[in-house]
Nanobody, 119 residues
């Protein structure tokens, strides 16, 4: 089992920045890909970004160029740096961990952290 603890959400004005963190503990030897999803009210959860075990990254088109995902394998932590935030980025953000190279079907989820962007 892997436990994920997220932090860093909050309220920010449009154009501002936030940095989310997600620390993993437990059976961390099984971690491969790490990523972030988000879910806005009355919308489906959507992919935001992923990072592979060797550092390869992928982003949703809606955040590309504004968000940066990174990981610290020594700390078993994944980060999401969010810049130039827009009101449409408002959502609960969930970190996700996979034991394989794909993040499309995560094995573990964080509890979620709220990001609210005011206009």
């Amino acid at each position: 089992q892997v436990q994920l603890v997220e932090s860093g959400g909050g309220l920010v004005q449009a154009g501002g920045s936030l940095r989310l963190s997600c620390a993993a503990s437990g059976s961390i030897f099984s971690i491969n890909a790490m990523g972030w999803y988000r879910q806005a009210p009355e919308k489906q959860r959507e992919f935001v970004a992923r990072i592979g075990s060797q550092g390869s990254t992928a982003y949703a088109s809606s955040v590309k160029g504004r968000f940066t995902i990174s990981r610290d394998n020594a700390k078993n932590t994944v980060y999401l740096e969010m810049n130039s935030l827009k009101p449409e980025d408002t959502a609960a953000y969930y970190c996700a961990i996979s034991t394989t190279s794909t993040i499309s079907r995560p094995d573990y989820w964080g509890q979620g952290t709220q990001v609210t962007v005011s206009s």
